[in-house]
């Protein structure tokens, strides 16, 4: 583990108390979640789980992964206090150096990029599983100027990403107003086709 990513992360999570505070999932992810059968979901970088929580609140069982056991254990609680811990496994992980054991029907990246992780991780969705990602894009209109731009994507790059793919819903947006910055994001919900 990047011990170093790991501090960062935690640190930031207690500095900023109001990162902790419990938050609606994505209104992309509940829309797009009306398209999906329930089963397995993996979500990646989960943070304090806002969707890791409302996954397992809509029948999916879900293994939550993040480098930061300060926000781990906010999940946790919140999965215990919102009855859905027996659906949410929550685990200390770098994404980094990562390999998956399992296949799932449905995968979510949110607020959070890596590349190399989307393309290695389509191969852990099952046939006709979902890929949903949601996250912050290049733009002028961008208020945080300073963003390492390897963290932002290009235009339409997420549509590039998963050409191999169904893409059942793509879109270029302005962040949610409860947001520090204002800043562009973008999303897509891809299908994983049948063999
Ligand atoms: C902006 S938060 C997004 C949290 C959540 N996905 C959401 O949408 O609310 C980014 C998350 O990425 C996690 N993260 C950063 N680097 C990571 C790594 N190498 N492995 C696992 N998680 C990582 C951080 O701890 C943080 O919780």
Redesign the pocket.
Known sequence: M?LK?KTK?DKKYQNKPQLLEF?DA?AKLIDALKNIPKGDAL?L????G??ALYLAQNGFEVDA????QV?LNTLTQDAQRLDVANLIHAKL????NYTIKKQYDLIVM???LDRALLQKTKNSLNSGGFYFVETYMLDASNEKENSDKNNLLEKKELQKIFDDFEIVYYDEFDNEKHEIYSMKKQVILAKKLLP
């Open positions: 990047s990513d992360w938050r994505s979500d970088a989960c943070g304090t806002r969707n992964l993040d480098i930061a926000a992980t770098d994404l980094d949110c607020n959070f």
